[in-house]
């Protein structure tokens, strides 16, 4: 069975400073890993995701996660995050063979102004 | 023009009664999912549909039932309501199966509160 650890329950940080959310995997076989955003009240949505290919992936509003196998992570970063970021992230891994999408307990971002 | 529809949003009720909790998407995906928010914001997965069929049922009391009249929609009903129910329950769809594509396109949620 598949498991997700996000260590960071609660990321506080300021306007346009870099932020780093650590999301760890565990599984047996091969892994597909995702990062989804929940804004408040609402569902979630997807963020980015590794399937296959280059490892490093990116989202259209600046986020990017690096899957590395040998540490098995799948962190986010931003570089400058800005107050609309404001949100809780959850990140989530699939295996092969196993049709479950599971998900971390999420970390919520705060953005200081 | 919303994507994925749940219905109420919001419920509030007393213990040991009986609700219901609806889903349509109109996003023409094959797979529907019913998945249970608590207090901390734990997302934990209850039940999959793919084309009408059941093929995730993790362990959930008796007291839910899915149902999927047609692969559009996804219905969930709770017998005999526990303050333990009380959570945001969130329906979601995906273009085939979760495990490879892994893009899952979720409902705005219903909180539900047992009293």
């Given amino acids: 069975a598949q498991s997700v650890t996000q260590l960071d329950s609660q990321v506080p940080v300021f306007e ?3 932020v780093e959310l650590r999301c760890n995997y565990s599984s047996s076989v091969s892994v597909y890993l995702f990062w989804y955003v929940q804004y408040p009240n609402q569902g979630l ?20 996660a690096e899957f590395n196998k040998s540490q098995t992570s799948f962190h986010l970063r931003k570089p400058s995050v800005h107050i609309s970021d404001t949100a809780e992230y959850f990140c989530a891994v699939s295996a092969l063979g196993n049709e479950k999408l599971t998900f971390g307990t999420g970390t919520r971002l705060t953005i200081i102004p | 023009d919303t994507a994925v529809s749940q219905t109420p949003k919001y419920l509030v009720t007393q213990m040991g009664n009986d609700k219901s909790i609806k889903c349509e998407q109109n996003l023409g995906h094959d797979t529907m999912y019913w998945y249970k928010q608590d207090s901390k914001k734990f997302l934990k ?5 793919n084309n ?3 093929i995730i049922n993790e362990t959930v009391p008796n007291r839910f039932s899915p149902k999927s009249p047609d692969k559009a929609h ?16 969130f329906c979601a769809s995906s273009l085939g199966l979760a495990s490879t594509t892994g893009e899952l396109f979720f409902g705005e949620g219903s909180r539900l509160t047992v009293l």
Avoid: C, R, W
């Fill in chain 2, 52 to 54: 009408k069929e059941l």
């Fill in chain 2, 45 to 49: 997965i209850m039940f999959s549909y």
């Fill in chain 1, 45 to 64: 949505q997807l963020l980015l995701k590794y399937l296959s290919g280059s490892t490093l992936v990116e989202s259209i509003n600046g986020f990017e």
């Fill in chain 1, 16 to 18: 346009e400073a870099p």
């Fill in chain 2, 74 to 89: 996804l219905n969930l009903h709770i017998n005999s309501l526990e303050l333990g129910d009380s959570a945001v329950y």
